[in-house]
């Protein structure tokens, strides 16, 4: 022990008597770390933030849009959301929602290409939605086809500047004008597959259809799949189902929790992909070492003839180059890991995500600088060793 922390001693000090020759054979182990941190960090944080993304839309939630001609199309009725139920292991209950676009005013104030969504009273809680203001409609409000409506907080913004919307009635335009009252206005929330919560107005799903648009078809079914299940699978027993009773052209899934998993394959390969060339940079930065330490060996030859002549072993010369190599590399892939982090953190801020420190970029990052200082550091280590006291004092 002791004389591991006096050869680290050494090192450092020949570091420090040779500062720029030190920084420059530092460099590539540097460029290469910092290179290696900063993919695999922003690697990550991207793949959270595509997960935070999905996350909000809900990764339990399969949605099947049935697409063609209403006749095409005629099983896809509300009843069919209790036939998925039954037919189907692992779903907790399925919402069926229907969607256009309206203009939608206010007095003086029109707000035009407004997304109108018909829900069911438990599509909110689904959904994890709050409210800034008033109370979500419910399923009595379903049954009697009331003329309500919760709207986001930007449509609320554009519609009743400087007033509050609750309480206050607006006209939808489809066909026909038809009067709404506003019961409640949503929490701002970020937009989610396709979904723009604060510009959307939901209305009850019975009013939209027999009221508003008048329509058997449903435009989505919100599939909430149980606890303990998996998403994926269940979509895939979804997709078997359907092919059965309607033909894969009449329909369509979208699984958040299935792109997801795309999207992590993806994200993983590619990050693994740039790391693996950015490395390449640390070999250079490798044979850069080897480089200064086969000099410090010639420059060194005295002191190694003396310290033979006083007894030291070709096991201590080694060590002690190895550990200066070995030193010189840690120090590089130190820096580089700080680096590293910064250039993420910077990256980061620049794009709105949230910074996630690849736990692996540090292990590998660390780890090559310990490997390529023992592998480029073995040979000058070793030629050092093998040199005899007279030979290494008669070349002093």
Same mark, same amino acid.
């Given at each position: 022990?002791?004389?591991?922390?006096?050869?680290?001693?050494?090192?450092?000090?020949?570091?420090?008597? #040779?500062?720029?020759?030190?920084?420059?054979?530092?460099?590539?182990?540097?460029?290469?770390?910092?290179?290696?941190? /900063?993919?695999?960090?922003?690697?990550?944080?991207?793949?959270?933030?595509?997960?935070?993304?999905?996350?909000?839309?809900?990764?339990?939630?399969?949605?099947?849009?049935?697409?063609?001609?209403?006749?095409?199309?005629?099983?896809?009725?509300?009843?069919?959301?209790?036939?998925?139920?039954?037919?189907?292991?692992?779903?907790?209950?399925?919402?069926?929602?229907?969607?256009?676009?309206?203009?939608?005013?206010?007095?003086?104030?029109?707000?035009?290409?407004? $997304?109108? $969504?018909?829900?069911?009273?438990?599509?909110?809680?689904?959904? /994890?939605?709050?409210?800034?203001?008033?109370?979500?409609?419910? /399923?009595?409000? #379903?049954?009697?086809?009331? $003329?309500?409506?919760?709207?986001?907080?930007?449509?609320?913004?554009?519609?009743?500047?400087?007033?509050?919307?609750?309480?206050?009635?607006?006209?939808?335009?489809?066909?026909?004008?038809?009067?709404?009252?506003?019961?409640?206005?949503?929490?701002?929330?970020?937009?989610?597959?396709?979904?723009?919560?604060?510009?959307?107005?939901?209305?009850?799903?019975?009013?939209?259809?027999?009221?508003?648009?008048?329509?058997?078809?449903?435009?989505?079914?919100?599939?909430?799949?149980?606890?303990?299940?998996? /998403?994926?699978?269940?979509?895939?027993?979804?997709?078997?189902?359907?092919?059965?009773?309607?033909?894969?052209?009449?329909?369509?899934?979208?699984?958040?929790?299935?792109?997801?998993?795309?999207?992590?394959?993806?994200?993983?390969?590619?990050?693994?992909?740039?790391?693996?060339?950015?490395?390449?940079?640390?070999?250079?930065?490798?044979?850069?070492?080897?480089?200064?330490?086969?000099?410090?060996?010639?420059?060194?030859?005295?002191?190694?003839?003396?310290?033979?002549?006083?007894?030291?072993?070709?096991?201590?010369?080694?060590? $002690?180059?190895?550990?200066?190599?070995?030193?010189?590399?840690?120090?590089?892939?130190?820096?580089?890991?700080?680096?590293?982090?910064?250039?993420?953190?910077?990256?980061? #801020?620049?794009?709105?995500?949230?910074?996630?420190?690849?736990?692996?970029?540090?292990?590998?990052?660390?780890?090559?600088?310990?490997?390529?200082?023992?592998?480029?550091?073995?040979?000058?280590?070793?030629?050092?060793?093998?040199?005899?006291?007279?030979?290494?004092?008669?070349?002093?």
């Amino acid at each position: 022990m002791m004389m591991l922390s006096e050869n680290i001693r050494m090192a450092f000090s020949s570091m420090a008597g #040779n500062k720029l020759r030190t920084f420059l054979s530092l460099l590539g182990i540097m460029i290469g770390v910092a290179s290696v941190v /900063a993919i695999l960090n922003l690697g990550r944080s991207v793949s959270e933030s595509i997960s935070e993304s999905f996350e909000i839309g809900g990764l339990d939630t399969v949605n099947v849009m049935p697409r063609g001609t209403a006749r095409e199309t005629m099983i896809f009725t509300e009843e069919f959301a209790y036939d998925l139920m039954d037919e189907i292991e692992g779903i907790r209950e399925v919402l069926p929602t229907v969607s256009s676009i309206a203009n939608v005013r206010n007095r003086q104030e029109i707000e035009e290409g407004v $997304q109108i $969504q018909g829900v069911t009273s438990g599509y909110f809680a689904s959904n /994890a939605l709050e409210l800034m203001d008033g109370e979500f409609f419910g /399923a009595i409000d #379903n049954i009697n086809r009331r $003329q309500v409506c919760v709207i986001g907080p930007e449509l609320a913004d554009e519609l009743f500047p400087g007033e509050d919307p609750v309480g206050n009635y607006l006209s939808v335009f489809r066909r026909q004008s038809k009067s709404f009252l506003v019961i409640g206005v949503l929490a701002e929330r970020d937009e989610s597959l396709g979904t723009s919560y604060n510009t959307t107005l939901f209305m009850p799903y019975n009013t939209y259809v027999q009221r508003f648009m008048r329509t058997d078809q449903v435009g989505t079914y919100v599939v909430k799949v149980a606890e303990g299940y998996d /998403a994926t699978a269940v979509a895939d027993d979804i997709e078997g189902y359907l092919d059965e009773i309607a033909g894969e052209d009449y329909y369509r899934i979208f699984s958040p929790a299935t792109i997801k998993e795309m999207s992590d394959s993806v994200m993983s390969t590619f990050s693994a992909f740039l790391a693996a060339i950015a490395a390449i940079s640390l070999v250079v930065g490798g044979i850069g070492i080897m480089n200064i330490m086969l000099v410090s060996v010639v420059e060194r030859t005295g002191e190694i003839g003396i310290r033979k002549a006083l007894g030291a072993t070709p096991r201590m010369i080694r060590s $002690q180059f190895l550990v200066e190599s070995v030193t010189l590399s840690l120090s590089g892939g130190l820096i580089g890991l700080a680096l590293g982090t910064a250039l993420s953190f910077a990256a980061v #801020n620049i794009a709105g995500w949230s910074l996630h420190i690849s736990s692996g970029a540090v292990i590998i990052s660390l780890g090559f600088s310990l490997i390529i200082g023992v592998f480029f550091g073995w040979y000058p280590a070793a030629k050092a060793a093998r040199l005899e006291p007279m030979e290494a004092l008669s070349r002093e």
